[in-house]
């Protein structure tokens, strides 16, 4: 399975950015994906994760109502787009896929190279 996270980049506060993450077929089978973060001197952290089905699992509530995960399994493509974004939400975001649904990096099998969102206030 190889992940491919593009689309990141500067904005500023209370914009939007919509990051993708190009997925091999492989990845729509049966596994769960998720968008996962980490900023400088920080942990990675949960963002959003999404069933293959298309059902969502859950946000982490720092992002509930501003971020929507959402996937294309026409052209195995999953998204986040992200909107009022705040300075704290600067950050690498990476996507990652998984064999069951959760929203804990540790069961995360296979991550993308990562791509970075800067938001300026």
């Known amino acids: 399975v190889q992940l491919q996270a593009s689309g990141g980049g500067l904005v500023q506060a209370g914009g939007s950015l919509r990051l993708s993450c190009a997925a091999s077929?492989?990845?729509?089978?049966?596994?769960?994906l998720g968008w996962f973060r980490q900023a400088p001197g920080k942990e990675r952290e949960f963002v959003a994760a999404i069933r293959w089905t298309g059902a969502v699992i859950d946000y982490a509530d720092s992002v509930k109502g501003r971020f929507t995960i959402s996937r294309d399994t026409a052209e195995n493509t999953l998204y986040l787009q992200m909107s009022s974004l705040k300075p704290e939400d600067t950050a690498v975001y990476y996507c990652a896929a998984g064999p069951t649904p959760s929203t804990a990096a540790s069961r995360y099998k296979y991550w993308g190279q990562g791509t970075l969102v800067t938001v300026s206030s």
């Open positions: 077929r492989r990845a729509f089978s049966g596994y769960t």
